[in-house]
């Protein structure tokens, strides 16, 4: 498994500089590993562009890919809600990018994301 998916928490973390993130994501980046961002978890966590300067030079490198929520993964993450009774979309769409790409999902609230995949590789930051 090469690469990872960041959720929300993730992206929190990262733009606060707390937790293991960061240095995930540079030794990622160091490494040449890939990113993914499923648009609906950057929705989540955006406000200010001139105010979150961690996150925005995070979005601007060539090796973080956003994942938009088009028709097929709109459906995809609907679906996994439906099966798994989780009602949170933004979760639902984090799995899918991730089962996508065969990546390993960075959070810091791996609960829901776990009632809907148990299967997924997690890593808790």
């Known amino acids: ?38 648009a609906p978890a950057l929705a989540q966590v955006w406000r200010d ?7 925005v030079r ?3 490198s060539d090796q973080v890919d956003i994942v938009p929520l088009d ?3 709109a459906r995809a993450a609907g679906q996994l809600c439906g099966v798994s009774a989780v009602q949170d979309i933004v979760d639902a769409s984090v799995v899918v990018c991730a089962r996508q790409r065969s ?4 959070t810091s609230d ?6 809907i995949d148990p299967t ?5 930051v």
């Open 1 to 38: 498994m090469s690469g990872a998916t960041l959720d929300a928490g993730a992206l929190i973390d990262f733009e606060k500089n707390t937790g293991k993130i960061v240095t995930i994501v540079a030794r990622a980046l160091e490494i040449d590993e890939s990113l993914a961002i499923p």
């Open 49 to 55: 562009g001139s105010r979150q300067v961690r996150l």
């Open 58 to 60: 995070l979005l601007a």
């Open 71 to 73: 028709d097929f993964n």
């Open 103 to 106: 990546h390993r999902v960075l």
């Open 110 to 115: 791996s609960g829901d994301l776990r009632r």
């Open 120 to 124: 997924l590789e997690i890593e808790e």
